[in-house]
Every structure is written in C-alpha cells, then in structure tokens.
C-alpha cells in the first residue's frame, strides 16, 4: 500500500495548479458549442485540438497517425463517419509501458438514441461528468507523469472516442496500437470522476482482480476514501479492450446519478476538488508500481453492461458491440459460465440460440430473454468457414 493516504485531499499549490487545469478542461469540453461531443461531428474535432494542445503543452509526443495527436478510425455500419483518438506519448526507453485513458465523446444532441432524456426539445449533451471529467483528470495525469522522475516505464495517453457507441476507439486503439500492446504493463481507465460525494468519499475502482498486485495497492480501509472493488475487469468503459488483450486494468468511477445520459451534466454540478483528489490517488499507484517489475495477469468473472442486468440467464460472454453482424461476436469467454461449457470460443460467431435467429446484439439480448435457468438449447455457431451447433445449458 502506498504511503500517506490523507494528502489526495490537501490543497498544496499543484493541488490548486492542477484543479485550474481540470476546471478550464471540463468547463470547455462541456461547454454547448462543442454540441455534446458526438463522435465524427465538428463538436468532436474541437474537443480533440483542445486535447491535443494540452498535451503538447505539457510535452508528451504526438503518437497518433502522420505524426500528429490523432488516430482515426471507422464507425462501422456508418461509411460517413470517423472517430478520433488523441494519444500522448512519454518515451523513458523503457521495455514496458503503462496506458492511461479516458473517452472524451458524448452523446451530440442523442441522435444515436442512447439519451435517457424524454423531454420534448432538441437539447445537447454535455457530458461533463460523462466524460470531460475523465479526460480533464488525464490531461492533468499528462501534465504531471512528464515532469516526474518515474523512469522505468514508458507512458501513453489516450482520449478515446466512439465509447458511447460501443467501445469504438478503444478497440480500435488496442488492434492498432502505436506501441507493442503485448509490452502493456497495465491500463488505467478514468470514466465518470466528476461527481465524489464531500461527504463519504467513495469511489469504485473496478478491474481489482486483474492482477494480484492490486490487492497489494489498494486498500478499502483507505484513510480518506470509501473504496468499493469490483474484481470484474470488463464493463461498458474502455478498460474492457484491454482486459480482452490479457492486460491489468483498473477502472475509476465515482458513480451514476439522475443526470447521466441527460441534458442535464453539466460543469457546475463537478466537484473539481474530488477530481483532484482522485488523480492524486492515482498518481500514488503509478509511483508504487515504479518500483515493481511488469505485474501480473489474471482473468477474472465478466460483468453485463445494465441492458443485461435484468435476465434470468447469460451465456457469460463478452461481445464486441462493433460487429456488424450477422450474428455476434464473441471477443472473449469466461470459463465456466454456460457459453464455455457448450465449448464456445473467443472469435466464434452466435448465430442462433434455440429457435431465434440473431441478427445483432439487439437480437441477442432479446432471445436471451426468452429461456430459463436450467434450460438446454441448441446454439449454432460460426468458427472460421464452419458452423456448428453447441448444447448449451443455461
């Protein structure tokens, strides 16, 4: 466990740096002329040169496409649009490197349908706890890693985009990687940060059972907050891609409220103090993992995304939401969970479960929801150029 707990709430003079720099990130990413953040649009361009400016500012290495910031990559099933990634690099000639993330796309004014808003009016999304939060704490997190001593590893810096559409950027980033995604020591995933509580403190920090190491680290007696651990190392964020890549996670989050997805997150509602105090945590776990060797990895249960939360049953896969489908695909398996023990694999295709044909993950989810605990069906499954049918027993 890393030493002096209290000092992520003290307001010491890079404590105040810092909160000037998160509050003028989020108080822009949020503001209504970016017009939500919405991946592909000019409201995203914005929001990726702000990006890229504050990490040139503070020093880090273009590490995207021809030299620049910026990774483009395809929104799949729609020909007309790309999203962007913004990556930073700090270069320690290190065999190893660690990746810090954030996505910084919102929802526009909800036109790929995934607002919770049910009012009448056109109204934009700012996202700002969803995520300008995240993405201001990592421009901070960038700020600081380059006038550190920590030499042993390399870092990376990634804004994402596309998350709000599946983990697009994030994927894309993880089979399109600047560095070699196999010398990946650990990824560090900050998604909603925006709202801790003055009162108890808690944060949730999932992805605890991806490496033992993190046992070591955090602890839930923390002096200053009330931590929850979710062992999990998948859920609807980013650390997902890589978790799928065999390689640690922890994901940061200071939980939901009645403004997500809404018109309604908004800058002023942020606790910029809390934001401060979260970076600082973090910045006490890359500096005990600078005196560690690669840490290790291991699997850990899988968790649904809430459109799933509600079923009876699940085959205790994780699908990569970015495939077009027919059918969907199946990015990793969790062992022991019913899809393993029919013998499904990482890659295979479901085509079919019982008599429902599954077009997409709407259709997927809509036939799951048509079995029972204890029921035997037959799946059929695309592997390379075969299909097969797999008893699955949920």
Do not use: C
Not at 131 to 145: H, K, M, P, Q
């Amino acid at each position: 466990m890393f030493a002096s707990t209290v000092l992520y709430a003290q307001k010491t003079k890079e404590d105040k740096r810092t909160m000037e720099l998160i509050k003028k990130s989020v108080y822009f990413l949020a503001d209504d002329k970016l017009e939500g953040r919405r991946t592909g649009t000019k409201g995203e361009k914005l929001a990726a040169e702000y990006i890229s400016k504050q990490f040139k500012a503070a020093g880090l290495e273009a590490k995207g496409d021809n030299g620049s910031y910026l990774q483009a990559f395809p929104i799949k099933g729609d020909a007309e649009r790309k999203g962007h990634n913004i990556i930073g690099y700090i270069d320690n000639k290190a065999a190893n490197t660690i990746v810090l993330g954030a996505h910084y796309d919102h929802l526009g004014y909800g036109e790929d349908k995934n607002s919770l808003y049910r009012g009448d009016s056109i109204m934009i999304h700012n996202g700002a706890d969803d995520n300008a939060s995240g993405t201001s704490a990592l421009i901070a997190l960038g700020y600081w890693l380059k006038k550190s001593n920590l030499k042993k590893y390399n870092y990376v810096l990634v804004a994402f985009s596309g998350e709000e559409l599946g983990l697009f950027g994030s994927k894309y980033f993880t089979e399109h990687s600047p560095v070699d995604i196999t010398k990946v020591n650990y990824m560090i995933n900050m998604d909603m940060v925006g709202r801790l509580n003055d009162s108890t403190h808690g944060i949730s920090i999932g992805g605890f059972g991806t490496s033992p190491v993190w046992g070591e680290l955090i602890k839930t007696d923390d002096a200053y907050f009330k931590i929850k651990v979710d062992s999990s190392g998948t859920g609807p964020s980013d650390h997902t891609s890589f978790y799928v890549k065999d390689i640690p996670v922890l994901f940061f989050f200071t939980g939901s409220h009645l403004d997500y997805h809404k018109p309604s997150d908004d800058a002023p509602k942020i606790n910029f103090n809390g934001i401060v105090s979260i970076v600082n945590y973090i910045k006490g776990i890359i500096r005990s993992t600078d005196t560690k060797e690669k840490i290790a990895f291991t699997k850990t249960r899988e968790v649904h995304s809430g459109m799933a939360s509600s079923f009876k049953v699940t085959l205790g896969v994780l699908l990569d939401y970015t495939f077009e489908g027919p059918g969907v695909y199946i990015d990793a398996v969790t062992e022991d969970r019913p899809g393993a023990k029919a013998g499904m694999l990482a890659k295979d295709i479901v085509l079919q479960l019982g008599e429902h044909p599954i077009a997409d993950v709407q259709g997927y989810m809509k036939a799951l929801g048509k079995f029972e605990k204890g029921q035997t069906v037959q799946a059929k499954v695309k592997r390379g150029d075969k299909e097969l049918m797999l008893p699955v027993t949920f």
